[in-house]
């Protein structure tokens, strides 16, 4: 896809021990997931590294290079990975080489395909001829609208990379608890512990999408879990009333399948304005009793919700794209995809 959307990859590292690395995308997701079965924590589990500045001083001068000097990257949140940082690194870089170039960079504040769906309509936007800083404005406008929720079947690998606690696994699992996490103020953070099984989750996720969709697509993404992806596509039809035609499809990358697994489900959409969503009115569902903070990057009166792993110093997922022309974007991304990033993960 990204060659057809003309982007450039700017892939994250999976690490095996010293020795041996990988970029994201090398192998297929059911070839990584064998080799990540492997593996424990302790015993060369894989960790996960942000591309350094290097990589996307490349990706930029190639751009530049070949007469395509106006670019745009957007990159996972800046509180979970320093991409972000990697990024606005290189601009400095290859400006002082190239002063006439024009390169901005663009926090999505989120993860995975909300990161996509930016990428996408950056693409858009550049494909309709608008301006570089136009293409900027529209994104970060379509930014504050997006939500995302996920949710996972176990926790085992969150232990693994070691991104949770062996007793909040061990009590997950005794309780049959099922995490939906969402992102909030640029972390991710806890949704719902969902008690049961994993269909309860997904229709927690349903309720709050019904509760506050707007319009246009609405993006799924699974890792490998087919079942679980056909169960949220059909309740999303049933019960918001989406086609399967509104329904964007996709797949996380090798890189969240380190900490996240095989099996989870996420689903991204575009909210209603604020007013509908109960500021300063009722709080929505969550798991955070009868308080409520305000996202700083949706607008969305969201639960209180605990954060999960975050880290400044954390390379999160896949690579940020990264292409040339009036406007361009990062990689499209699937959830929990290629250049996203799950929970500070490095």
């Not at 190639?62 to 990159?75: D, N």
């Not at 929720?149 to 007793?167: D, I, M, N």
């Not at 640029?186 to 309720?207: F, H, N, S, T, W």
């Not at 699974?222 to 679980?228: K, Q, S, Y």
């Amino acid at each position: 896809m990204a060659a057809t959307l003309r982007l450039t990859v700017v892939p994250y590292t999976i690490n095996f021990g010293v020795d041996s690395s990988i970029d994201d995308g090398e192998m297929t997701l059911e070839e990584f997931a064998e080799l990540l079965d492997r593996y424990e924590k302790g015993k060369g589990y894989p960790t996960t590294a942000a591309p350094a500045p290097a990589r996307f001083v490349d990706a930029f001068m190639s751009h530049v290079e070949q007469g395509l000097p106006r670019i745009l990257a957007i990159t996972i949140s800046s509180k979970l990975s320093n991409t972000f940082d990697a990024a606005v690194q290189a601009v400095d870089t290859v400006k002082g080489q190239y002063p006439g170039a024009e390169i901005e960079v663009v926090d999505s504040c989120s993860v995975s395909m909300v990161e996509g769906r930016l990428v996408l309509e950056a693409v858009r936007m550049r494909d309709l001829g608008r301006s570089l800083h136009e293409a900027k404005r529209v994104v970060e406008d379509l930014r504050e609208r997006l939500c995302i929720l996920a949710a996972l079947e176990t926790t085992r690998y969150l232990v693994k990379s070691g991104r949770a606690h062996r007793f909040q696994h061990l009590l997950s699992t005794t309780l049959r608890i099922k995490p939906v996490v969402t992102a909030r103020d640029g972390a991710m953070a806890l949704y719902a512990r969902v008690p049961g099984r994993i269909e309860r989750a997904i229709d927690r996720m349903v309720d709050e999408v019904k509760r506050t969709y707007k319009s246009g697509l609405v993006s799924v993404v699974e890792g490998i879990a087919p079942d679980l992806k056909e169960i949220l596509v059909r309740r999303l039809c049933e019960e918001v009333g989406l086609s399967r035609q509104q329904i964007l499809e996709s797949r996380m990358t090798s890189t969240f399948m380190v900490h996240l697994g095989r099996r989870v489900v996420g689903v991204v959409w575009e909210h209603e304005p604020i007013d509908s969503l109960g500021v300063g009115g009722s709080q929505p569902p969550g798991d955070g009793g009868s308080g409520g903070a305000r996202s700083a990057h949706s607008g969305r009166h969201l639960p209180d919700c605990p954060k999960i792993a975050e880290g400044g110093s954390g390379g999160a997922g896949p690579g940020t794209r990264a292409g040339g022309g009036r406007a361009t974007g990062g990689r499209v991304g699937w959830l929990f995809h290629r250049f996203s990033g799950a929970t500070g993960l490095n």
